[in-house]
């Protein structure tokens, strides 16, 4: 197993360049298979959930070309097979875009249920009511989720969702592009990687209206055709940086990014005291005073991520009095506030919500990574603790950050990626 040691209280200086979103390449990536002709991706991060989703495509038929590390060309027309193992597919949660893109274009999708359940229950239903309004049968059965079109094909309807769902509402996206008369999403998710997508099935020949608002728009179009098309960058991947800079303190301009997209975070920040200016597609964050206390609610976009949780919390736990997170949209995702007590930081946990108070430093200690942003968190805690931390169970940081150590490394942290002899392998997932 592979762990990052990292030596504590170095401020960090210099630039870090922002990915492609990852929450926006898992779906665009699935979306190639809806396009006639080939399709060129750009600023795709290179991390192991996109490896994975090329794997899938290869095995499904479609032909994949690496241009370079960030550029794939995928053909979608040798396809043959619409059923993705489960091997490949229980291994991230974001398998399940592949159920809308085969059933959209292919009139047939199956794929294992998504499994990995760590930010407590994560149902898909919502995903099953939105095919199903369309006209597919969907069967659960043997772990897996079978959607299947009538011979007719599918029927574009009003679809309303109970719950504003980025997964859903991208999954039904996919599925209505080629459905008979228009789609109508209503109470949609806003997410910048909704708009991604749907911009990115506007530029291969779509239409759809309405993404970034709570309705929108697809009207059913015959095909699409290939072209380019380059992923937004990671507003989460840029968030975590910046609450890297605030915790361990320094000067660092995070570049590549839309800053329109980081105001939610942005907000909190320059309310804990850190200075964040905005230059073109530039943020410049920098901290140098000590940090104050906030409240956070995490809400669908445009309001705090949940995926940015836990990373802005590793400020909370160093910031003077006491702060309050609730968190809005997951039922479990404080676990990584006892590894941070292992750190020195003083938490109360009550179901959704956290309470921090502030202490005057975090000290290194062996921690678990216990998902992606949670692992994120500890990366950030040991960058702003004394001595050295140790993040163990690496590979779900590495789902989600492309080059995290040589990008850490460049403005002056003592982090390294190290090989621990363990046989332990942990598949708990999640997106
Ligand atoms: C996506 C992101 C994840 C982020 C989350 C919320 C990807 C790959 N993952 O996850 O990083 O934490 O958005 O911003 O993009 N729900 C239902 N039924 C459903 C679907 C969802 O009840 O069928 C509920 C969930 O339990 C949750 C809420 O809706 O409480 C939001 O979930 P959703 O937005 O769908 O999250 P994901 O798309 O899985």
């Known amino acids: 197993m592979l762990k990052y040691v990292i030596r504590g209280g170095n401020p960090l200086h210099g630039e870090i360049n922002i990915s492609g979103a990852k929450n926006a390449a898992v779906a665009i990536i699935p979306a190639a298979l809806l396009v006639d002709g080939v399709c060129r991706l750009e600023n795709i991060p290179q991390i192991s959930d996109v490896t994975l989703i090329l794997r899938i495509l290869d095995e499904l038929g479609a032909s994949v070309r690496v241009i370079n590390r960030n550029t794939v060309e995928i053909d979608s027309s040798k396809v043959r097979r ?30 294992s249920m998504p499994g990995g359940c760590n930010l407590g229950a ?36 009003y679809i309303y969702m109970d719950q504003s769902s980025v997964g859903a509402t991208m999954n039904v996206m ?43 728009k697809i009207k059913g179009v015959k095909s699409l055709v290939g072209g380019t098309y380059s992923i ?9 940086y910046m609450a890297a800079v605030a ?3 320094g000067c660092v301009r995070i570049k ?29 964050v920098s901290r140098t005073g000590p940090l104050k206390h906030t409240n956070i609610k995490t809400l669908p976009y445009p309001g705090f991520p949940t995926d940015m949780q836990s990373q802005v919390a590793v400020c909370l736990c160093l910031a ?28 109360q946990v ?10 005057s430093k975090l000290t290194g200690a062996p921690v678990r990574a216990w998902d992606l942003r949670a692992g994120a968190a500890m990366v950030v805690a040991g960058l702003a603790a004394e001595g050295v931390t140790e993040v163990d169970h690496t590979h779900h940081v590495e789902r989600g950050y492309e080059d995290l150590v040589t990008k850490l490394r460049n403005v002056g942290a003592d982090i390294q990626l190290v090989e621990e002899p363990d046989d332990v392998v942990c598949h708990d997932n999640v997106g």
């Open 247 to 249: 915790a361990a303190g």
């Open 82 to 111: 619409t059923c993705v193992s489960h091997e490949l597919s229980r291994q991230f949660r974001a398998s399940y875009y592949f159920i809308g893109a085969l059933l959209g274009r292919f009139g047939s999708g199956q794929v």
């Open 320 to 347: 003077d009095g006491v702060s309050m997170v609730t968190e809005g949209i997951w039922e479990n995702r404080f676990r990584y506030c006892d590894e941070l007590k292992r750190m020195g930081a003083k938490i």
């Open 174 to 216: 996919l599925a209505s592009v080629f459905a008979k008369g228009t789609t109508i999403i209503e109470n949609a998710a806003k997410e910048p990687h909704v708009v991604d997508l749907a911009n990115f099935i506007n530029a291969m020949g779509g239409n759809v209206m309405g993404a970034g608002t709570d309705i929108i």
């Open 232 to 240: 937004i960058p990671d507003q989460i991947e840029a968030g975590t």
């Open 350 to 359: 009550d179901g959704k919500v956290a309470v921090f108070e502030g202490v």
């Open 122 to 157: 994560r149902p898909i239903d919502l995903h099953i009511k939105g095919f199903e309004a369309l006209g597919a049968e969907v069967e659960v059965k043997n772990g897996y989720v079978l959607a299947k079109a009538p011979e007719d094909g599918l029927t574009g309807t």
């Open 256 to 284: 590549n990014i839309i800053p329109k997209h980081m105001d939610c975070i942005t907000a909190k920040l320059l309310e804990m005291g850190v200075s964040v200016v905005e230059d073109g597609d530039d943020l410049i």
